[in-house]
């Protein structure tokens, strides 16, 4: 069981940053890889990005890409995302996922871990 806490988000202006973090219980979280998904009421929970166990791949969401960055800390059992120019429209709820298997990291279904959501609010 892989147990995942989320922080960092809070009230940004637009065109401010944030950077959110995922603390991992696990002492094998090198071996999973790490997505962020951001949901909106009324929407549907969204890929933003991922990255591979290794942190050699990562992918990103078009909408948060050149903005936006992953990345992770194994030693710290940590993941991140920095989020840079923040637009009204990257207000949500964020969550961080775990997952074992490193295919279709865009997709909801292949995260078996998820955390409890942090919320960033952009004004404008």
């Known amino acids: 069981q892989v147990q995942l806490v989320e922080s960092g988000g809070g009230l940004v202006q637009a065109g401010g940053s944030l950077r959110l973090s995922c603390a991992a219980s696990?002492?094998?979280?090198?071996?999973?890889?790490v997505g962020w998904f951001r949901h909106v009421p009324g929407k549907e929970r969204e890929f933003v990005a991922a990255v591979s166990w290794s942190d050699t791949r990562t992918y990103y969401a078009d909408s948060v890409k050149g903005r936006f960055t992953i990345s992770r800390d194994n030693a710290k059992n940590m993941a991140y995302l920095q989020m840079n120019s923040l637009k009204l429209e990257d207000a949500a709820v964020y969550y961080c996922?775990?997952?074992?298997?490193?295919?279709?990291?865009?997709?909801?279904?292949?995260?078996?871990?998820w955390g409890q959501g942090t919320q960033v609010t952009v004004s404008s």
């Open positions: 696990t002492r094998t979280f090198s071996t999973y890889a």
């Open positions: 996922a775990a997952a074992a298997v490193h295919r279709g990291l865009e997709l909801q279904r292949t995260y078996a871990y």
